[in-house]
């Protein structure tokens, strides 16, 4: 597509629930990125992937956090049994290289409440 | 631990002035900084880079400076407009790893017309 393209933009769930959010990168992007931004907060890194190398999961804050690429592509991340904490604006972002010199192409985020 | 520090929460500037957006980081490791501009319900975009073997960075009326010894950046938008309006953010990362970006908290800069 003509940009990185999340679902849902928003989304409200009972603390103990599960949730998917679900990445489209740039077609092409070998790149794909998840950060999130907590009130107040700067974008935290979560996760990032390259092709079929192994993900760095370095920035995921807990095992309840986990993430998957399919394919190359489409991505998902799960966050199990959600808490208040996790409450924040989930953002994926992509590049067409490793080198992201050149910034990456974000998309409009995921708004997670938990209440 | 915040490597990547914006102190100015918020700036207001009149419109066809100089915004000046302050940026201060801690690992002396970063040799590879960004700016990044964000609307409201919008992601980020890219606006302009600067790496460590430069001290300036111009594009248009975006003007990106580094002081490597303050380990300090700042980003001088001249003349503001009031489509400048937005959550500014920074960017810092080493060369070896250029993927993973630590980004500061942000500054939102009000253009007043």
């Known amino acids: 597509g003509a940009g990185v393209s999340q679902s849902p933009s928003n989304k409200v769930t009972e603390k103990g629930k599960d949730v998917e959010l679900r990445c489209d990168p740039i077609?092409?992007?070998?790149?794909l990125y998840w950060y999130r931004q907590s009130l107040g907060q700067g974008l935290e890194f979560l996760i990032y992937?390259?092709?079929?190398?192994?993900?760095?999961k370095s920035g995921l804050p807990s095992d309840r956090f986990s993430a998957e690429r399919t394919g190359g592509s489409v991505s998902t991340l799960t966050i199990q049994r959600t808490q208040q904490e996790d409450s924040a604006v989930y953002l994926c972002?992509?590049?067409?290289?490793?080198?992201?010199?050149?910034?990456?192409?974000f998309g409009s985020g995921t708004r997670l409440t938990v209440v | 631990d915040q490597q990547v520090k914006q102190n100015s929460p918020s700036l207001s500037v009149q419109e066809g002035r100089i915004s000046i957006l302050n940026c201060d980081y801690t690992?002396?490791?970063?040799?590879?900084f960004l700016w990044y501009k964000k609307y409201p319900a919008e992601g980020p975009t890219f606006l302009i880079s600067i790496s460590s073997i430069k001290d300036k960075n111009e594009d248009g009326r975006f003007t990106v400076f580094l002081n490597k010894s303050a380990k300090h950046l700042s980003l001088h938008i001249v003349p503001s407009q009031p489509g400048d309006s937005a959550v500014y953010f920074c960017a810092a990362s080493e060369m070896t790893g250029t993927y993973k970006y630590i980004f500061g908290t942000g500054t939102r800069l009000k253009v007043l017309a």
């Open positions: 992937f390259q092709g079929n190398s192994a993900p760095d």
């Open positions: 690992n002396s490791m970063f040799d590879y």
């Open positions: 077609s092409g992007h070998t790149a």
């Open positions: 972002a992509s590049s067409p290289r490793v080198d992201a010199r050149y910034g990456y192409t």
